[in-house]
């Protein structure tokens, strides 16, 4: 199984303490079984605490979260109590993770890093090289016909996201083009309105939806061309790969066009455009949209009937 990653990817580590939105809070965290089985092992108070704070339901071990939705073993300055008396390896597979995604095909395997988390959203916008695709495992590759095909068409879509020569807004026109996309025609109050509907878990993205509400226009800043340069790569690498499932791929290229228009529109309201406004509007979208499978049919399904 070969495994490919963006060139990027090993420069990420976790900033642990220094996190503004940490993973622990507001997340539900199941517990692997072997995982599990060992935590049942530990003996002590950290043992006490460890059968005091895991439920089972319906066979899967998860830990209870305190009232203010936060993990158990979440000290107070940020650190995990797991990690500090266990190590690294004591995580479940979930902790030891995130915010890691991978997309499978037949022999090959590809990672990536979510941009819920706040370390990896700053690593992947503050790129300025364009961003290409490493291999971290190389062994024999036999892909199917249709995976052959994905690929070499997602390589189009890099090479137009990345056309420096043009503006971002003109790239997500060329890729609408190349994908034969048509996004629905709505204004930025009805697509407020649409993300409104859907389930939203921070109060945060409710403020930043009733921006987009007011929006007029989503020009891209000049001087963040390059960080919504690479949320468009970012969001064609994760999304594109789906298709292997549905045989949409026009839907996974609007979405990403979309995201970006989406992101732009609300910046343009914000106080400040610049790039800590962006990363934290990238990783609210991102908890928000990527990391429900509801939300993100939501919006597949519009895109589908539009290009159906």
Known sequence: ??????????????????CRHSCCVGWEID?????????????????????????????????????????PFLEKN??????????????CGICADHPRFRSFYSERTEIGLGLCCEAAAELILKQEHKVGLITLEEDEESLTKDEE???GYRNQLFATAQDREFTVEE??????????THL?????????????????????????????KQAK????????EIPFEQLLVYLLYRHIPSALDDGDIASKIGF????????????????????????????LYSSEIEYSDENLNTIWDLLYEQND
């Open 217 to 224: 226009a989503n020009a891209v800043p000049s001087s963040l």
């Open 256 to 283: 990403a066009v979309l995201s970006v228009k989406i992101i732009a529109a609300i910046l343009s309201e914000e106080e400040k455009q610049d790039f800590e406004t962006l990363a934290e509007l990238v990783r």
């Open 171 to 180: 790239r997500l026109e060329n890729l609408g083009f190349l994908g034969g």
């Open 1 to 18: 199984m070969k495994l490919v990653a963006p060139d990027y990817y090993d420069k990420f580590s976790c900033i642990a303490d220094k």
């Open 78 to 91: 940020g650190l995990c109590r797991l990690i500090k008396e266990l190590g690294e390896g004591s995580l």
């Open 149 to 151: 095909y994905l690929l």
């Open 184 to 212: 629905p025609e709505k204004s930025f109050a009805e697509w407020a309105d649409v993300f409104l509907s859907l389930e939203r878990l921070d109060e945060a993205w409710t403020d930043k939806l009733n921006l987009l």
């Open 31 to 71: 517990i692997d079984e072997g995982t599990y089985e060992y935590y049942k092992t530990v003996s002590g108070d950290l043992g006490e605490a460890l059968k005091a704070n895991i439920s089972v339901c319906n066979g899967t071990a998860s830990f209870t979260l305190d009232e203010s939705e936060r993990c």
